[in-house]
């Protein structure tokens, strides 16, 4: 059952138009990342999601009910919903415990089930030993986990997150991400999350939707998105997607083509319905790149012009093809020795041929 389904919906502010079109049905249960540059919209979705802003047009469906459309304006109090915001929206003068249990208060719930109910929650987040604490004497971690249990004491069916971790450090961040994946485990709730992080995306989310410019472009799998970019945008944004002109392209069946990339013969993957063509714009990443031997008849001639130790693989920058123009990363397994100015060559062992034509992904 779709738990979240917008339809076309729309909104700008003065003349900026900020979410165009936006159509997206997320599944009961489902973890949804939103992913994409700052600026390109996302916060303004969870708020119209959240039910903080009116649309100008389209609708929002949550739970089978409409909270949103033409005639229709659900408070974002009665939408069932939880939201953890980035600054985690405490009560500074309320202790963990009193910041929990206030939403059941409001909610009428009685005070013996509310006070078992904020006890359980701050056992799952692990959080007893502070339940008297007042927000300025906990961590950011501990800060976000108060949110979180203020989520899981409603038991919101839907829990909106904007960029919960961008205000913590590395180590934090980590320690959260496992949080979020457990508490998606344990509660089944739906979650959307909104993130510039593709790191975070990829590796919390069952469906990642990028987004650029107020539109959706793609809303796929992690792996989908990384390796079937359906767009240039997309490609170049996902795990330092490369994009390169390609040419000759011939269908090979079976999801492969052969084309010519940087005057070389190579092997991609492509659609099944992928047709002949002169030129294709192609994606692949750093890792599809390998070093061959000097002696190779055939390889991609390059020059590496910096060479930087990353633990467990070297990351070479080059500038690669037959006019030596076009830069390119490579990683080399280490141990590993190269050194600027050294003449390489290379081969790509994996690439996309990225759809030609692709249907506007607003409508998913
Ligand atoms: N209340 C508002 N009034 C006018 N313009 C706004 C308002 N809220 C957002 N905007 C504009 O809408 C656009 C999208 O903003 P939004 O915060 O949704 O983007 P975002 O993708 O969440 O960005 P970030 O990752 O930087 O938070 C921006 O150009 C922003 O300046």
Redesign the pocket.
């Known amino acids: 059952m779709n738990q979240i389904q917008t339809n076309n919906i729309a909104k700008s ?2 003349q ?1 138009e ?2 165009r079109q936006i159509s997206l049905s997320i599944n009961s249960g489902e973890f949804v990342a939103v992913l ?12 119209c999601l959240a039910g903080f ?1 009116r649309l100008d047009s389209g609708k929002i469906d949550i739970g089978g009910q409409t909270v949103s459309g033409p005639k229709r304006h659900l408070l974002p109090e009665n939408r069932g919903i939880g939201v953890v915001f980035q600054n985690y929206a405490l009560w500074p003068h309320m202790s963990v415990t009193q910041n929990v249990a206030y939403g059941l208060k409001i909610s009428g719930v009685p005070k013996k089930e509310r006070k078992a109910r904020v006890a359980h929650v701050l056992d799952l987040v692990e959080l007893g030993p502070q339940a008297n604490r007042r927000p300025s004497d906990l961590s950011g971690g501990q800060r976000q986990r108060v949110a979180l249990a203020r989520c899981l004491a409603m038991e919101s069916r839907v829990v909106l997150l ?2 919960p971790l961008a205000n913590l450090d590395v180590h934090l961040r980590g320690a959260l991400e496992e949080e979020f994946a457990a508490f998606h485990a344990r509660t089944g709730a739906t979650m959307f999350y ?1 993130t ?1 992080d593709q790191s975070e995306a990829l590796a919390l989310a069952d469906r990642v939707a990028v ?1 650029d410019r ?1 539109r959706i472009l793609q809303f796929d799998k992690p792996e989908a998105l990384f390796r079937r970019p359906s767009t240039e945008t997309v490609a170049g944004f996902i795990g330092e997607g490369r994009v390169l002109e390609a040419e000759d392209i011939r269908p090979l069946g079976g999801g492969f083509a052969s084309a010519i990339v940087l005057g070389q013969p190579v092997k991609l993957r492509c659609n099944l319905d992928q047709d002949a063509r002169a030129h294709a714009k192609i994606s692949f990443h750093p890792g599809d790149l390998h070093m061959i031997a000097d002696a190779a008849p055939d390889g991609i001639c390059a020059n590496v012009t910096r060479a930087t130790y990353r633990g467990a693989y070297l990351r070479a920058n080059v500038m690669a093809g037959p006019s030596g123009a076009v830069p390119l990363s490579v990683d080399i397994a280490a141990p590993a020795s190269l050194t600027s100015g050294q003449q390489v060559k290379l081969a790509l062992n994996d690439g996309w041929v990225i759809p030609t034509t692709h249907p506007t992904c607003n409508h998913i």
């Open positions: 502010y003065g900026t900020v979410l994409g540059p700052s600026g390109c919209g996302k916060t303004t979705l969870l708020r802003e904007d960029e909104i510039h987004m107020g």
